[in-house]
């Protein structure tokens, strides 16, 4: 019996051309899994009005832990117009499916390292950037608490903020509202969690994202208990920066921040900054953490537009998979991933079109288990064969590669170590 189950959610667009280079690479390091396929995206709510199907949820449940590819979203007029003709009117609503798993399994804590690899041309202030993001995942400004139109109980509870009355002579009907709630419990993980993981992985500093001057009750809560989670560890500097002020900062001096900690939104645009320093989506890996269960998913998006042509770059959704090695407790799996991942940026032989190169998602998939396994590929691969660059696609299944097995321990961590 395979030592791990994983459910398997390519989901839409480049999400399966990135699975299916990550699978040429999980099976040539000999990893010990069963994959389930795993139900997720837009085609599920155009045909059955809903884009995470029950059933998906309840594999998501019998096993140990998921990666998916990437899904399309569109905002809600378009997802109308998309339902197939028997389920519109129905008063059917689209959700992201991925916040909506980030809120199921209460996957607290998104993980974003964002690491330069010396030699790729996309790092763009230099090749010693090393940020890891500590972003919170279900609270906050995507803590899916809206109203539009305002409902009456709503805006008359709000009045008790005198603030809220401008409002109300605008007309409730003209009136949206996105919260930003946030726990005391909520900040205290997200924040703890950073100091773990920087005192064991020996990082620099550890640095509060927010903007407590203006957001004086939430941003002043995170402010509060990040101050006092500090004490416990005198020996790492904590910094404090303001969203706004950290955005310049990052673009000027990347080298001096090291582990950083955000709310939700401010996470997901600092960590976005932050892929964008060492080599953009093509590069920028992601972990949804929770303490029983756990989501791997590359940063970027379906991008429509190069959907099943294999060409974009694997290197973010293979980096997922170091996160997934991490995470399961299987460290010399991850390390030898991340090598190579680094070895195939650094040489730059094969490489897909965001680095200059114009290698297949799945030739670079080969040439990373490559490395990893220490076993040569390319003879048998698509990698001579100029056809195949772009667009050719290797079935997973009758790709054969030697590969010693990966050694496994038997630990497993929440936050796995990178330094
Ligand atoms: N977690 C997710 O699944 C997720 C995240 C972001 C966007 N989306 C959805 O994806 C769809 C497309 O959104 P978008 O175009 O804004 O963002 P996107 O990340 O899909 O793509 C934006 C552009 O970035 C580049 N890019 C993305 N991934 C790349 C890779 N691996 N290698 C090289 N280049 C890459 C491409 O030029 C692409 O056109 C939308 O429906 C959006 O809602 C999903």
């Known amino acids: 019996m395979p030592k791990y189950t994983i459910a398997w959610m390519p989901g839409d667009g480049v999400g399966k051309d990135v699975m299916d280079a990550a699978r040429i690479v999980l099976d040539a390091m000999k990893f010990d899994a069963e994959y389930i396929p795993a139900d997720i995206g837009w085609e599920f709510w155009c045909n059955e009005g809903d884009p995470l199907p029950q059933r998906t949820v309840d594999i998501l449940r019998k096993t140990?832990?998921?990666?998916?590819?990437?899904?399309?979203?569109?905002?809600?007029?378009?997802?109308?117009?998309?339902?197939?003709p028997r389920l519109q009117g129905k008063g059917l609503v689209y959700r992201s499916p991925i916040v909506r798993l980030r809120q199921m399994f209460n996957l607290h804590t998104n993980l974003r390292p964002c690491k330069a690899y010396p030699g790729n041309p996309l790092n763009y202030r230099g090749d010693d950037v090393d940020l890891v993001v500590f972003r919170e995942n279900t609270e906050g400004?995507?803590?899916g608490v809206e109203f539009h139109p305002l409902p009456q109980s709503?805006?008359?509870?709000?009045?008790?903020?005198?603030?809220?009355?401008?409002?109300?002579?605008?007309?409730?009907?003209?009136?949206?509202?996105?919260?930003?709630?946030?726990?005391?419990?909520?900040?205290?993980?997200?924040?703890?969690?950073?100091?773990?993981?920087?005192?064991?992985?020996?990082?620099?500093?550890?640095?509060?994202?927010?903007?407590?001057?203006?957001?004086?009750?939430?941003?002043?809560l995170m402010t509060r208990v990040f101050r006092q989670v500090a004490k416990d560890y005198p020996n790492i500097p904590a910094w404090e920066a303001n969203i706004d002020a950290i955005c310049m900062w990052l673009l000027k001096k990347p080298q001096e921040y090291d582990v950083m900690i955000a709310e939700?939104?401010?996470?997901?645009?600092?960590?976005?900054?932050?892929a964008g320093l060492?080599?953009?989506?093509?590069?920028?890996a992601s972990a949804n953490l929770g303490d029983k269960y756990a989501v791997f998913e590359p940063t970027h998006g379906s991008a429509p537009k190069y959907a099943g042509q294999y060409k974009v770059n694997p290197m973010a959704m293979l980096l997922t998979c170091v996160l997934m090695f991490e995470w399961l407790g299987e460290k010399d799996a991850a390390k030898k991933l991340e090598a190579a991942v680094a070895r195939v940026t650094t040489e730059r032989k094969i490489g897909t079109y965001d680095v200059g190169l114009s290698n297949s998602t799945l030739e670079v998939g080969e040439e990373v288990a490559r490395y990893a396994t220490g076993n040569s590929l390319r003879s048998r691969s698509t990698a001579s064969s100029p056809s195949a660059k772009r667009t050719t696609r290797v079935p997973t299944s009758k790709v054969k590669i030697k590969s010693k097995p990966a050694k496994k321990s038997a630990s497993r961590k929440v936050v796995a170590g990178r330094r």
Request: charged content about 25%.
């Open 64 to 84: 140990k832990c998921a990666l998916f590819g990437a899904i399309t979203s569109k905002p809600n007029d378009e997802a109308q117009e998309e339902l197939v």
């Open 141 to 143: 400004m995507y803590g």
């Open 154 to 220: 709503v805006f008359d509870a709000l009045c008790a903020n005198p603030n809220m009355r401008k409002f109300g002579e605008k007309g409730l009907s003209n009136l949206a509202l996105s919260t930003r709630i946030m726990s005391r419990q909520g900040c205290e993980s997200i924040c703890r969690q950073a100091f773990e993981y920087a005192k064991k992985n020996k990082r620099r500093n550890v640095t509060l994202i927010e903007k407590p001057n203006v957001l004086r009750e939430t941003g002043g």
């Open 264 to 274: 939700n939104m401010f996470g997901d645009i600092v960590s976005d900054l932050a």
């Open 278 to 284: 060492v080599g953009g989506l093509g590069y920028a």
